[in-house]
């Protein structure tokens, strides 16, 4: 279901990150960097807390707003009952919506802030997502600490904290046109291969996306999937010919730009609510306000499964959420 | 945050609950009810999935319409990375939007729909959520096969499965406005009164509801908590007054209605995102719909812990989010 908007604009981001996404090609692109994955907390859950708050807590400070005149907060991460978004909404005293679609999270709040904005029941918000390694890892195979070992196809969770302002206030950016993905599961369980789990979803989004704003592909200047990895992002491409006749030019996984595949120790690339938005608010919008893009579609894939699911034989279900971002004069 | 709606409306509802439910005082009253908590599943997870998948195709059949006409579903539960909704939103095709605010989720689904229809970004979606006694014992404390004893003060989440189908064609129960909760932590940390725990959040939100609409505590007929328990309500009565000075008359939480505490082995009552809705799309809509209440506003309460946090010393941060109903001619 696509959506038209116009009245929304991206006024702000922020971006911190942990030690990997720091050394990645991108690294100097984040408003801040940690060198390690504690952040002075006590453990991985705290530090992804933490991360999360510092970066609203950034965000806040570079709109130069007080945050009771901030209308509204939506976020979420993989954290069980999205913790991280719980502890930091605790903090800030804003009107809070969690939401949870795994790592198509941050275009979910997105779609949801924008449609409220449009509809003039709020002026502006806050969209925020987190992901961290170690507390993903702990949480969804095994601690770290046990060392084991991984296929290549795998993707490596990211550590960091993407947040947005949007507003009813024109910026150069403007929010154009969102829609909401439709749940797809094709019967894969492999969670080292979660790429593969997501392209159907992803295809379906890109395609009715395309459809219901009768738009050819090169209509963007770029779209852009959110964790598909390596392996991942040439089968989307195959995928979309067979499926749909669509030859996906213009196109990357934000998943192989956030590190260097070749030199970092992070299988397939990036993963994680975190890893889109940190790319889209340092890279591509760094690109949008230099002109170099002026059309992109930003494509966030979740995978939907649980670590009880995958025990119990269940398959991984998969949902992809798309939003169209364009450079206004 | 307080939004007013002029245009949305509950056509329909769909109830189904377990056994503890269906031998409560409202029994009666639910769609259909089972006798025991497997609903011939292989495990706790694949029970609450099949739960929410019947109480969706119900209500699919009750407004007769074919699926493809169904703008969205909005749906969460209690389930690490709400796996009932995906799993039931991968069979559906339906877009989906994922929700998650604890025991709040319900309302939480109602005013993202509602905002969206209001906007005139959809014409109808489906608000649902679920919750499992067994499948939330085992997640969130200890097996129920263990056996373990509790105190008084625990609530008892409930079996069950609650949809509403929000449209823009006017119906007699008009969705009138609604308030986003902000979060709150008064630093109680005991999972065995969570009742406490949401005071606090509970309070804000009903004192900031009626301040922002300029109303009195008697404009509604009757006001309905979600899940405080027995202990709770009492606890909520004198906050109110202590703190916002405000005498709680007509008011009553759903965690108390639908058992019976005095023969029902459920403590301090109902629980989950379950009990307010299934109590509200039974009980409370047949007395709006009979004009025994015409004006009723709907307050569900969320507490917003992970069994990790309690575990690493972290507290109890809780939410409560409003929704206004109302009979119209």
Redesign the interface.
Known sequence: ?T?KYENVFINEVSTITGPYEKKGPLGSLFDKSYDDFYFNQ??W??AEIYLLEESVRNLIKKISKKNEDI??FIS?DL?????SS??V??KI??????????CATSV?GL??GS??I?????NNCICSVSSHNNSAEK?FRYPVEYGGPKPKTTTFTVTGAACAFLSNEKSIIKVESST??????MGLDNVYQMGAAMTPSCADTIYRHLKETNREINYYDMIYSGDLGLYGKKILKEYMMEEYNIDLINYDDTATIIYDLNKQPVYSGGSGPACLPLVAYSYILGKMKRKELKKVLLVATGA??????IN?K?TI?S?AHAISLEVVE
């Open positions: 279901m959506i006590k453990n859950e705290e209308n509204l979420g954290l069980n009952q999205t913790i719980n502890y909404a605790s005293n804003i009107p809070f919506l969690g939401i949870y679609n795994a979910e779609i949801i449609n409220m449009e509809g003039k029941q709020i949480q909401i993905g439709t749940v797809k599961d939907l499964m649980s670590p009880t699911a119990e269940m279900p949902i």
